[in-house]
């Protein structure tokens, strides 16, 4: 098991940046691959980014050069810089775990962080 909380959303305007964090807790951290997806009012959740445990990385074309992705296995914890924010980026942002990268999302989900981005 791993548990997750994130933290780091609020509001900014447009062309503004945030970080995000998930804090995680539980079995080895090291192990497992992480995600960030996000969930509009009414949608599904939607794939953001993902890092492997090898550090490999992956984006939606949406974010592509405007989010990035990072981890840092010493502090149990995974990152999502947001830059150059758009009001379509306004959503609830969730960290995902899985035990492989083609297997995210898995089967751990934190509560998510509000991310509202104003035009």
């Known amino acids: 098991q791993v548990q997750l909380v994130e933290s780091g959303g609020g509001l900014v305007q447009a062309g503004g940046s945030l970080r995000l964090s998930c804090a995680a807790s539980?079995?080895?951290?090291?192990?497992?691959?992480m995600g960030w997806f996000r969930q509009f009012p009414g949608k599904e959740r939607e794939f953001v980014a993902r890092?492997?445990?090898?550090?490999?990385?992956g984006y939606a074309d949406s974010v592509k050069g405007r989010f990035t992705i990072s981890r840092d296995n010493a502090k149990n914890t995974v990152y999502l810089q947001m830059n150059g924010l758009k009001a379509e980026d306004t959503a609830v942002y969730y960290c995902?775990?899985?035990?492989?990268?083609?297997?995210?999302?898995?089967?751990?989900w934190g509560k998510g962080t509000l991310v509202t981005v104003s035009s």
């Open positions: 539980g079995r080895t951290f090291s192990s497992y691959a």
């Open positions: 890092i492997s445990r090898s550090g490999g990385i």
């Open positions: 995902n775990a899985a035990i492989q990268y083609n297997r995210l999302p898995g089967d751990y």
